[in-house]
């Protein structure tokens, strides 16, 4: 999971993998929007699920949009 606020995503998804510089996987992510009352809080939640982890391994990962290539 992750939030934006109030940045869009436009291809929201989760790269990841075993080596910082190889992460070879790949999730899409569903988007949800939250809006806090009379504080002004309002963005987006994302979540991915990372698929196929092995036991005992550290994996790295990125958070971004696909579509404009812009991870953090």
Known sequence: MWVSNPEEYLE????YGEYPTKLN?????TVDTYN???FGFHGRIY???MKN???GKKYYYKV???KTRTFS
């Open 25 to 29: 996987q790949i999730e899409k992510a």
């Open 64 to 66: 971004g949009d696909l």
């Open 12 to 15: 929201p998804v989760v790269l």
């Open 36 to 38: 806090v009352g009379h």
């Open 53 to 55: 982890l092995k036991f």
């Open 47 to 49: 979540r991915a699920v």
